[in-house]
Every structure is written in C-alpha cells, then in structure tokens.
C-alpha cells in the first residue's frame, strides 16, 4: 500500500467520521457502491480523483485535507502564498525559525498597538481656543 493512498485512507475515514456519516450515506452522496467506501478507508483501493473531489465536497474538506498536506487551521484556508510561506519556514533551521518568530511577534504586536486616538469636536475646539490665547500679545505690548 503506497504512502498517499494511506494518508487519503486516513483522512477519508476521519473526516466521514466527523460528519457523522455512515460509509453507506456516503456512498450515496458519491454514487458508488458501500464497498468501494470501505476498501478506500482500509487503503485496499485508491480513490479516484473525480470522486475524491465530490468527497471533499461532501465532507466539507479540501484536497489538501484529504492528503494531510495543508489542513485548514480554525477555518481558514490558506492561500498560495501563505502555503510556499509555511513551506519555505519548516526548511529553516532553530535559528531561522526563531528569527523568523521573533520577526512576526514584532509585526504582529505593531498592528495590534493603537497608532492615535481622534479626539472628540469639544476637545479640538478646547485646544484651539487654548492656543488662540497663548498667541494674544501681552497687555503692555498692545498698541
């Protein structure tokens, strides 16, 4: 038995479970025998391409889900870009990793911090009012 076929074996079987289903009830929904559900989940048979697509379907998942690639993380399906970006991270060594860490921490943490507060129309006219006065000249220097 080859390696993807024990991975999609795996996950076909995990995710079916998940939803709930039975192998019959998704037999159903795919338009192939209980069986053929049954030597998939037990890595006898691979699936075909075309029904594993309608399976993802079915159970809610994405292809990549279903090799145990690139799993959704709380929903969120990452885009190409982000793929090559996890890719290219697990190459890293510690040190890159943890410079790459620190990198995101430190751009994460700045996104998060307030930049300014708009102050409310009273508070800008108090100020102005404030700085008209500080410009007024002294009394002894009016003419």
């Given at each position: 038995m080859g390696n993807v076929r024990d991975e999609i074996a795996k996950n076909l079987l995990y995710y079916r479970k998940k939803k709930k289903l039975t192998q019959k009830e998704l037999s159903?929904?795919?338009g192939v025998?209980?069986?053929?559900?049954?030597?998939w989940e037990k890595g006898l048979n691979s699936i075909d391409?075309?029904?594993?697509?309608?399976?993802?379907?079915?159970?809610?998942?994405?292809?990549?889900?279903?090799?145990?690639t690139f799993s959704n993380?709380?929903?969120?399906?990452?885009?190409?870009?982000?793929?090559?970006?996890?890719?290219?991270?697990r190459k890293l060594d510690d040190r890159g990793k943890a410079a790459v860490t620190r990198a995101l921490e430190q751009e994460y943490a700045y996104i998060e911090t307030p930049?300014?507060?708009?102050?409310?129309?009273?508070?800008?006219k108090k100020e102005a009012q404030n700085m008209t006065?500080?410009?007024?000249?002294?009394?002894?220097?009016?003419?």
């Open positions: 159903e929904y795919l025998n209980n069986s053929a559900v049954s030597n391409i075309d029904t594993l697509h309608r399976a993802c379907i079915a159970l809610n998942v994405s292809v990549n889900d279903m090799f145990g993380v709380s929903g969120m399906v990452l885009t190409p870009d982000e793929v090559e970006i996890v890719v290219k991270f930049k300014f507060t708009v102050p409310n129309i009273e508070q800008i006065m500080t410009i007024k000249k002294p009394a002894h220097q009016k003419k």
